[in-house]
Nanobody, 126 residues
Framework: QVQLVESGGGSVQAGGSLRLSCAAS??????????MGWFRQAPGKEREFLAS????????DYAPSVSGRFTISRDNAKNTVYLQMSSLKPEDTAVYFC?????????????????WGQGTQVTVSS
């Protein structure tokens, strides 16, 4: 099992930017072969897929709600995945989670992910 720790959340005004990081540790092998994803969950809402990136970083996919505003990337040497968020909106306010999946390709469904972080709060004010 791998431990995932998100960081970089906080409060920002609408139109601003934040970069979230997800650092992995605790497993004999790194996450360098895992598909990684970012999700979020707002109060009273279901967990929502945001972005996914395969192990090499060569393929990514995004939810329509964040496409063009958010960018997922990874640094396998650092066992870290990032989510660069720009043009933030109040509706982006949520707890953001990263997750690791053993599936070989892009994964959009949360049940495909095996390990989850504890989440980091992002609050966007108008």
């Amino acid at each position: 099992q791998v431990q995932l720790v998100e960081s970089g959340g906080g409060s920002v005004q609408a139109g601003g930017s934040l970069r979230l990081s997800c650092a992995a540790s605790g497993r004999l092998f790194s996450i360098s072969r895992d598909t990684m994803g970012w999700f979020r969950q707002a109060p009273g809402k279901e967990r929502e897929f945001l972005a996914s990136i395969i192990w090499s970083g060569s393929t990514t996919d995004y939810a329509p709600s964040v496409s063009g505003r958010f960018t997922i990337s990874r640094d396998n040497a650092k066992n870290t995945v990032y989510l660069q968020m720009s043009s933030l909106k109040p509706e982006d306010t949520a707890v953001y989670f990263c997750a690791a999946s053993r599936v070989p390709g892009i994964a959009k469904m949360d049940y495909l992910y095996d390990d989850w972080g504890q989440g980091t709060q992002v609050t966007v004010s108008s």
